[in-house]
């Protein structure tokens, strides 16, 4: 009750609470901000609402970096490109319009530590694949990341947006995060990615040379291990029990266009007991020649 009459105060006197917020009003009452976490999704499942439409969001996390000028409803525009490892998101119901001036792709990046080079080099302006943006949500996104996403999918639906996760059970669920939702919030459908396409990292790219299978093609079943051992790490009795419950969903969610590819991945993680990091694909530190090349495939500029 407590945080439905706060809800209901914030709705009335339109303005923004944050779960942080809400917290601090009865930190003896909550106990946890875990608690406040999981009531208010709780609450927002009951009423079969967005978490945005309660006027409670989560505190923003994710940062955007590439040649777009968002216009807030305040009047005031935000530069994206301002920010030399990157702009914080702004809430996308703060956001009246986007200029993408001659961006051709967005590129979400799983974590923060494979964004923030990419955006101090300004690789979305020194890309060989053309101008982009490039979007992190640190991990598990915000709604507010993917609200942002949303947005840009609404305002400009023919524009391809990837996402590059590590080789591992909580990268795949990442993407599926962004693409279909959250197993627990499946009626926030307002904010997912459903064009959302996988850029890597894949099986394919741990092993020599991006070893191919005995056919030659290039989703061909990895023979062996990686050649060097230092790319990859074992997967931990949680990694093997992520995976088995990302395939069962798949089963219970029926097929996908892409699902059989996410499917065929977590088995050959299983199979060879191995994991990979987004770092395992880049050249002494720097991962643009790699990127460059995935970008311009993906978008039909290069033969693989």
């Not at 406040?36 to 309660?54: C, E, H, I, P, Y």
């Not at 009246?96 to 967005?106: D, E, L």
């Not at 990442?174 to 919030?185: A, E, F, R, V």
């Amino acid at each position: 009750m407590k945080i439905l009459s706060l809800s209901h105060g914030a709705l009335v006197g339109d303005i923004i609470l944050t779960k942080r917020n809400i917290f601090y009003q009865d930190v003896e009452l909550f106990g946890s901000q875990a608690n406040v976490d999981q009531l208010v999704d709780d609450l927002a499942f009951t009423l079969n609402l967005g978490r945005d439409d309660l006027n409670i969001v989560a505190a923003g996390k994710g940062l955007v970096s590439g040649p777009v000028t968002i216009h807030l409803q305040n009047g005031t525009q935000v530069d994206m490109s301002s920010g030399s490892t990157g702009v914080l998101i702004p809430s996308a119901r703060d956001v009246v319009g986007m200029n993408f001036a001659s961006t051709k792709w967005v590129l979400v990046i799983e974590k923060e530590a494979a964004f923030r080079p990419l955006a101090v080099q300004q690789y979305w302006r020194k890309s060989s694949a053309g101008h982009g943006v490039i979007v992190t949500g640190k991990g598990y996104p915000d709604l507010v990341t993917r609200s942002f996403l949303h947005a840009i999918q609404a305002m400009k639906p023919d524009m391809p947006i990837f996402c590059l996760v590590d080789f591992d059970p909580d990268g795949l669920r990442i993407m599926q995060c962004y693409k279909h939702g959250s197993q627990s919030l499946r009626h926030e459908s307002h904010v997912v990615l459903p064009r959302l396409q996988w850029l890597g990292i894949r099986s394919a790219d741990l092993m020599p040379d991006g070893q191919r299978g005995a056919d030659g093609d290039r989703e061909g079943v990895p023979r062996e291990l990686p050649a060097d051992p230092a790319t990859v790490m074992p997967l931990s009795l949680r990694d093997r029990s992520c995976a088995r419950k990302l395939l069962a969903s798949f089963d219970e969610d029926g097929a996908d266009v892409d699902d059989s590819e996410y499917r065929r991945e977590l088995q050959i993680m299983l199979v060879l007991g191995v994991k990979g990091e987004i770092q395992a694909v880049d050249d002494v530190g720097d991962l643009t020649r790699w990127l460059g090349h995935r970008l311009l495939y993906a978008l039909g500029g290069l033969e693989f």
